[in-house]
């Protein structure tokens, strides 16, 4: 004997069905995007330390550049550093 859900049932359990499968395909978009940006900070990262690199050779290991204004100054001497504790 077969049965069959009534129209209201039907149309219920479509629907939640649907739902869940847009929420997964979203999660899923969500997933890829993070991967891209993920892979998209780690090129920044590499551009940065190569960047960084030259940077040190021309003003030096320890020089502090403001990233706002860039200026660049010398790193404080250890006595100064001594004297501001």
Known sequence: ???????????????????FVNAKLSL???V????AQWKSIEGI???FRVSEDELTKVYGKNAIIDLQTGEVKDPPEEEEIKEEK
């Open 32 to 35: 890829l995007q993070a991967f």
């Open 28 to 30: 899923a978009d969500a």
């Open 45 to 47: 990262r590499a551009d």
């Open 1 to 19: 004997m077969s049965k069959k859900l009534k129209k209201e049932e039907l149309e219920n359990i479509q629907g939640l069905n649907q739902k």
